[in-house]
């Protein structure tokens, strides 16, 4: 009787509710920081696919096997310096639809003399199914693991050009309002397996999001349609 006069069954309660109230909260809260990078990935890829002299892009992501995009990738340093940020990944099935996002870290460290900072928004078009099934299989190095170019390239190099030049990612970098090629070599592609359970509230691998396609993100279907948007006719 006297611990029940202490405590009551309503504080008890109470505090339960106010505890589960926080779990909820946390869980939302870093599900929507993944939607955030969703919708800035989608304003990055709409942003490529205004830009009157980046046709090649258009044409390589028609005929890409995936794309990466960052919408943010920090560069600071000093003497010794050093680039990073999150992105997503998606896939493109047989039928030329957009898988759902799979989230991933880029890392790149560099040495010389380098003071300040700068972001840029990088996106990466993934053309082989081998450097495809690299990115999602393990942790690659770009310029190691898989062969990285430049983008964008020659306006007369076609599309049907690129599939034969062995190269399993193009790079393309928006810096100071403008999109140039951007050299990604000695980066680190690695999944974030955290923020995939975040997202979709179960345990899955990136293969299981954009290969397998065992869960879709409703919140993802701009980003899909932005992408298709961008391809060439």
Do not use: C, H
């Not at 995009?69 to 340093?77: D, I, R, T, Y």
């Not at 493109?92 to 996002?101: E, F, K, T």
């Not at 495809?132 to 770009?142: G, P, S, T």
């Amino acid at each position: 009787m006297f611990f029940g006069k202490t405590l009551g069954v309503k504080p008890v309660l109470k505090a339960a509710v106010a505890f589960l109230a926080v779990i909820l909260w946390s869980v939302s809260a870093q599900a929507s920081e993944q939607q955030q990078l969703v919708d800035k990935a989608k304003l990055t890829v709409e942003s490529l696919k205004t830009q009157s002299d980046l046709e090649q892009f258009r044409k390589l992501l028609a005929v890409s096997k995936g794309v990466m995009v960052f919408p943010q990738v920090l560069k600071a340093g000093f003497f010794v310096g050093g680039a990073g940020g999150s992105g997503v990944l998606l896939a493109r099935g047989v039928d030329g639809s957009w898988s759902s996002p799979a989230f991933y870290t880029m890392g790149q460290a560099s040495f010389g003399l380098q003071i300040g900072a700068e972001a840029k928004e990088l996106v990466l078009v993934i053309m082989t199914q081998k450097g495809l099934e690299a990115i999602i299989n393990n942790q690659v190095k770009l310029g190691g693991d898989l062969s990285a170019a430049v983008g964008p390239m020659g306006t007369n190099v076609g599309a049907s050009s690129t599939t034969n030049l062995d190269v399993d990612v193009f790079s393309f970098a928006k810096n100071s309002g403008l999109f140039i090629g951007a050299s990604v070599e000695g980066s680190i592609l690695d999944a974030r397996d955290d923020w995939q359970k975040a997202y979709y509230g179960q345990t899955v691998t990136a293969g299981d999001v954009v290969l397998r396609r065992s869960v879709n993100a409703v919140g993802a279907a701009e980003l899909k349609d932005a992408l298709s948007a961008a391809e060439a006719p």
